[in-house]
């Protein structure tokens, strides 16, 4: 029971990556009818605003401080970050610790500008073209992303720790009565899924519940009939595509505790997604987020050892293997709508 609730917990986790971004990915292609596989760079570019942030915070000067000495008794050069000489040295501490969350402040306008300049600056030339077209040119802008963080990031992985406070893991096991120390698992893994949920529900408040979130669901059942209402309905999708965008670049600031950022990340999880997509259905949301969680549940089960002892490599075929099935007995996916991608 205890291997079951951890690779249960595990699988949330990753889960929540495959979801917040196939949210994302189906809030695109939902509003614009574009098949998006720049998305996974828009992850990518979250989670270097976070490394961005680690690296402004810790800009440092040189002083001399007479309190320390070297080994002939003078005095030693350190380095002082510039958050000291603003805040203080134990709160400039704080700051520099709490990095990644402060980040999540940053990147919401920088990545609703990446999605508005990408969505109005490539995008839109696609809207009529055929999904091959939008296809190769989507994802010759996420190669060129790509090759653009490399060349001022460097190739190498760089870690971006989680604050102090959450650097530790809790005996989940002692939570729920099992004996203590069997079921050890992360802090930041645990609030990563705890924050997927809460962007994940805010999503889904907002195009319910807000007039525009109803515009924009009317304007996804039926583009044309919005229009004549006298409604600007482009501008409404474009600001759709700002907010895929942010969602990505969320999940993309919170992942990098768990995965040290690196320049290929989004194309790792470009495929994954869009098949997470294709299983829940192309252009269903509640689709993309159940099967997001669902695969990466299935995913985690298959990376037991017991399972990998009997089936070697399953873990990395296992969501290829659901997807084949699912779309083999249900072509529209989970939750897919008659219509979508089948003309």
Known sequence: MNAVVLQTLDGLSKGSAYAMIALGLTLIFGTLGVVNFAHGALFMIGAFCAVTISRILTLSHTIIDETQTDFLGNPLKVEVPYVYDIFGQATGDAIIDWAVP????????????????MERGLIKHFYNRPHADQILVTFGLAIVLQEVIKYFYGANPIPTPAPEAFSGSLDFG?????????????YWRIIYFVF???????VFAFLQFTTFGMVVR????????????????DRRFTI?????????????VMYTPINSPNYHMGMDFLVL?????????????????????????????ASMREVLAILPGLNQIIIYLVAIIILLTRPRGLMGRKGVMEE
């Open 102 to 117: 402060l980040s999540l402040l940053f990147s919401v306008p920088v990545m609703m500008g990446v999605g508005y300049v």
């Open 174 to 186: 002692a939570a729920l009565g099992f004996d203590p120390n069997l079921i050890i698992y992360p």
């Open 196 to 202: 997927a949920a809460i962007i994940i529900g805010a």
């Open 218 to 233: 009317a304007g996804m059942a039926d583009r044309e009939t919005v229009g004549l209402l006298g409604i600007n309905i």
């Open 240 to 252: 759709m595509f700002g907010l895929a965008a942010a969602v990505a670049g969320l999940a993309g």
């Open 273 to 301: 997604s869009f098949v997470v997509v294709v299983v829940g259905g192309m252009g269903s949301l509640p689709g993309a987020v159940l099967a997001g969680f669902l695969l990466g549940i299935l995913e985690s089960f």
